[in-house]
């Protein structure tokens, strides 16, 4: 079992910046993958990154690539997501979820967080 929670979120200016966190609990966390994904209102949860149990492999949607940054510290049961550049279109409700592989699908991942709410707007 792995329990998550996410925090960090909150009101951003566009073209700002904001870090999430995730913190792991429970006896394992090395051993999964790690994603986010987040759900914007009226619209279907979407896929934002995932990064490999060691860190190596890292993957992120279209729509973030070059703004948004994915690291883990399995030491420290913690996972980020560096969000640079925020634009409007980045407000929604960030989940982290831990699976087996790091992938797009949510059907992957086998635990989640309860989620945290960003906004970006001026």
């Known amino acids: 079992q792995v329990q998550l929670v996410e925090s960090g979120g909150g009101l951003v200016l566009p073209g700002g910046s904001l870090k999430l966190s995730c913190a792991g609990s429970?006896?394992?966390?090395?051993?999964?993958?790690m994603g986010w994904f987040r759900r914007a209102p009226g619209k279907e949860r979407e896929f934002v990154a995932a990064?490999?149990?060691?860190?190596?492999?890292?993957v992120y949607a279209d729509s973030v690539k070059g703004r948004f940054t994915i690291s883990r510290d399995n030491d420290k049961k913690m996972v980020w997501l560096q969000m640079d550049n925020v634009e409007s279109d980045d407000t929604a409700v960030y989940y982290c979820?831990?699976?087996?592989?790091?992938?797009?699908?949510?059907?992957?991942?086998?635990?989640w967080g309860r989620g945290t709410q960003v906004t970006v707007s001026s």
């Open positions: 979820a831990a699976g087996g592989v790091p992938t797009a699908r949510p059907e992957h991942y086998t635990f």
């Open positions: 429970g006896r394992f966390f090395s051993p999964y993958a």
């Open positions: 990064i490999s149990r060691g860190g190596g492999n890292t």
